[in-house]
């Protein structure tokens, strides 16, 4: 089973920049097609990107696409959430899983990790 520990969160202000980061154990985690969600306070979680096994496609949600740029290392067990021009709406924790789904219905089938909460302030 593959464990995760997202970490990188913080405060920000609004059109700043953070790098999230997502440590996976298990071998089975090169062959999953991982993603980022996030929830903010009072709402579902959803889902921000994704990237296949290879690295070789990537997804985004519409309201951070240009914006976020999510990238892995198979070799290390890690994978990446690059995030500039972030706004307040962006306030959420972020969780990293491994991903299934298709459009807007991706989802995380692990178990889920402890998250890492962003706060951008206006």
């Known amino acids: 089973q593959v464990q995760l520990v997202e970490s990188g969160g913080g405060l920000v202000q609004a059109g700043g920049s953070l790098r999230l980061s997502c440590a996976a154990s298990g071998r089975a985690f090169s062959s999953y097609t991982m993603g980022w969600f996030r929830q903010a306070p009072g709402k579902e979680r959803e889902f921000v990107a994704t990237i296949t096994w290879s690295g070789s496609s990537t997804y985004y949600a519409d309201s951070v696409k240009g914006r976020f740029t999510i990238s892995r290392d198979n070799a290390k067990n890690m994978v990446y959430l690059q995030m500039s021009s972030l706004k307040p709406e962006d306030t959420a924790v972020y969780y990293c899983?491994?991903?299934?789904?298709?459009?807007?219905?991706?989802?995380?089938?692990?178990?889920w990790g402890q998250g890492t909460q962003v706060t951008v302030s206006s």
């Open positions: 899983n491994a991903a299934a789904g298709y459009g807007s219905t991706w989802d995380g089938f692990l178990s």
